[in-house]
Nanobody, 120 residues
Framework: QVQLVESGGGLVQPGGSLRLSCAAS????????MAWYRQAPGKQRELVAR???????NYADSVKARFTISRDNAKNTMYLQMNRLKPEDTAIYYC??????????????WGQGTQVTVSP
């Protein structure tokens, strides 16, 4: 069993910053790609940013130059630094990871989500 737990969401004013964390635990042998997704009310879930085990990253155009994804492989943890937040960034943010377990299974794991609200 593996588990992803997000933290760091909350209410912030436009122009403000938040830092999300995603901690993976359980029967983990290794973690490959990790990613942040988000889903706003009435919209489909969309990719925000992705990071490979080696640190290569890609971002949605809407967050480039404002958000930074990073990870600490030793801690099985991923982060999303969000700066210059806009009301349209309001959504539930989900952590996703491709995990190879100690039982030699590949698991595409999701966290439970953390709410980010950007409002005056």
């Amino acid at each position: 069993q593996v588990q992803l737990v997000e933290s760091g969401g909350g209410l912030v004013q436009p122009g403000g910053s938040l830092r999300l964390s995603c901690a993976a635990s359980g029967s983990i042998f290794s973690i490959n790609d990790m990613a942040w997704y988000r889903q706003a009310p009435g919209k489909q879930r969309e990719l925000v940013a992705r990071i490979t085990r080696g640190g290569s990253t890609n971002y949605a155009d809407s967050v480039k130059a404002r958000f930074t994804i990073s990870r600490d492989n030793a801690k099985n943890t991923m982060y999303l630094q969000m700066n210059r937040l806009k009301p349209e960034d309001t959504a539930i943010y989900y952590c996703n990871a491709a995990i190879f377990t100690t039982a030699a299974y590949n698991v595409n794991s999701w966290g439970q989500g953390t709410q980010v609200t950007v409002s005056p």
